[in-house]
């Protein structure tokens, strides 16, 4: 049963933009917080950034902030990620997660996860 379902990754050249989305089940995305995971070939796996339920606050990993931008929009159960001034370093598999409402924002109780998609960002 598929629940989580990302898109619009891609190969892009350094300094350029691309927006993720993903599409998440009804079910999933009233009753949780969403997030955006990234891993590169041979690197742990990195928080990207977090959009909480309730008021929409937002948090991003170090090596994203002033870069990308998380949304969510409620009315198509998706989350989006726009990355822009993108960099070689940004290459790796990004991945859209859900957990429960009121975990705490550096918690990984993640409990559901799409199947990733590849973004390369070339010199």
């Known amino acids: 049963q598929v629940q989580l379902v990302e898109s619009g990754g891609g190969l892009v050249q350094a300094g350029g933009s691309l927006r993720l989305s993903c599409v998440a089940s009804?079910?999933?995305?009233?009753?949780?917080?969403m997030g955006w995971f990234r891993q590169a070939p041979g690197k742990e796996r990195e928080f990207v950034a977090l959009i909480i339920w309730f008021g929409d606050r937002t948090y991003y990993g170090d090596s994203v902030k002033g870069r990308f931008t998380i949304s969510r929009d409620n009315a198509k159960n998706t989350v989006y990620l726009e990355m822009n001034s993108l960099k070689p370093e940004d290459t790796a598999v990004y991945y859209c997660?859900?957990?429960?409402?009121?975990?705490?924002?550096?918690?990984?109780?993640?409990?559901?996860w799409g199947q990733g998609i590849q973004v390369t960002v070339s010199s």
């Open positions: 009804g079910q999933i995305f009233r009753r949780n917080d």
């Open positions: 997660a859900a957990k429960p409402i009121g975990t705490p924002v550096g918690s990984n109780e993640y409990d559901y």
